[in-house]
């Protein structure tokens, strides 16, 4: 059997699992998304089986094996190393919660087990001599570019409500249409959804925006009257459209670049992207991305650096300058030393898809962005040649909040090549920004 998609080795493997069930007097399928993928032409990553063998035949068979999901029939077989899922045939009771079966019962037939699963194109299965089985039309339903329940649609959400987003997943991810009776199926059912953990939602959702057709995913989502079932809050009143429709524009990684263009999309502010953000159980480090990304953009936007001096850190330090460079070049270079460069970076790539309003008055800045970042060659107070000790020794001064904010100030000029970076420089300027200030 020949796998045009799947790496050949994992391939190979696989065939030599689903030939040891065989040898052996059990029956053997690959099952699910791989079988989905290779038809349509997708990378595939993993290789599911289900067989008649019961659980305890298929640890038996093995020599290596990880009982990952006994209760349901699930084993990990190991070949040389490579993970396969291999899963008992079996039916489902009844759902809890319309969230997980009670209880699983083994069967001995492929198509029972095929007839349990969500949509037509996951209810395919391949055997070893690369035929299909096919009950439920699935095949036919991928060209088509259908999403069809199997079965009653009622009854498949009803078992597991989190099936309504999968669907829009699938039909965002591969552009395709929701078959009417499924689509009025999921009409029916969406109060069903307040039921889901907002984590499984939430990775529903990252797969959706991570892939090729987000807004498509976006749009069947607000007519699906589901967001106003879940259990976190989305502020729609106010949905900008526009900005949603260049999602595409955006790479889909990093994940953080996405997902910041839909809180702006939804009017959000730093500290409403921080609560909102950790209502949908995101990661503290892509809530920390996207509130520091919208924070330097709103700060830009602003104006809060005027033409005569900059604001460089969060505690509103101002800095006065007499020079004549480039103010919009200190104010970026003081966003990417209170940020860091990954911050600013991002910034630049989500400047292309800002409102024409933002994009206009952040043209400079958004134009030169790239070439400034390559000029940079100091980040922190650590690149500086010098330490608080040695300026206090120098100027002869206790040691105060002033030292902080001198420091500070230093990091800039010299980040923005108004101040070599050596030691005499720096001595030399603090002593007259002291005077300046009035402190000595």
Partial sequence: ???????????????????????????????????????????????????????????????????????????????????????????????????RPEQVQFVRELSEDLRRRDFTMNAIARGIDGEYVDPFHGIEDLRNGIIR??????????????RMVRGIRFASVFDFEIEQQTWQALLNHQALIKHIATERIRVE??????????????????????????????PCEKLNLDLLRSLESLPS????????????????????????????????????????????NQRLYDGIVEQESVSLVENEVVIESTSSIDQSYVRFVSCVLDYGKEIAQHWRTLYAVLSSTQQQRLST????????????????????????????????????????ELFNEILLVVATGQLENNKEAILHYADQALVRKGLR
């Fill in 149 to 162: 329940c199997v079965g009653i649609a009622d009854e498949r959400f009803e078992e597991d409500a989190l």
């Fill in 205 to 234: 959702m990252e797969k959706m925006i991570a892939g090729p057709y987000p807004y498509h995913g976006i749009e069947l989502l607000l007519s699906s009257g589901l967001i106003p079932y879940m259990k976190v809050d989305v």
């Fill in 365 to 404: 800045i958004g134009q030169q962005a790239d070439s400034w970042l390559e000029q940079l060659t100091i980040y922190s107070l650590a690149d500086l040649p010098i330490k608080g000790q040695e300026v206090l020794e120098y100027v002869k001064i206790p040691a105060g909040k002033w030292l902080g």
């Fill in 1 to 99: 059997m020949q796998w045009k998609w799947v790496d050949p080795q994992t391939a190979e493997q696989g065939q030599s699992l689903l030939r040891r069930l065989t040898d052996q007097g059990y029956e053997g399928y690959f099952v699910g998304g791989c079988v989905r993928d290779e038809l349509m032409g997708r990378p595939v990553n993993d290789m599911d089986i289900a067989t008649n063998a019961t659980p305890e035949q298929v640890m038996a068979l093995f020599e290596r094996t990880i009982p990952t999901g006994l209760e349901h029939g699930t084993i990990t077989v190991l070949i040389e190393n490579e993970p396969f899922e291999v899963t008992t045939y079996r039916t489902e009771t009844e759902y809890v919660d319309h969230r």
């Fill in 253 to 296: 990684s990093p994940l953080v670049l996405r997902w910041t263009l839909i809180a702006l999309a939804l009017g959000m502010d730093e500290q409403q992207i921080k609560q909102y953000f950790k209502s949908w159980t995101f990661p503290n480090t892509i809530t920390d991305q996207a509130s520091k990304i919208v924070r330097m």
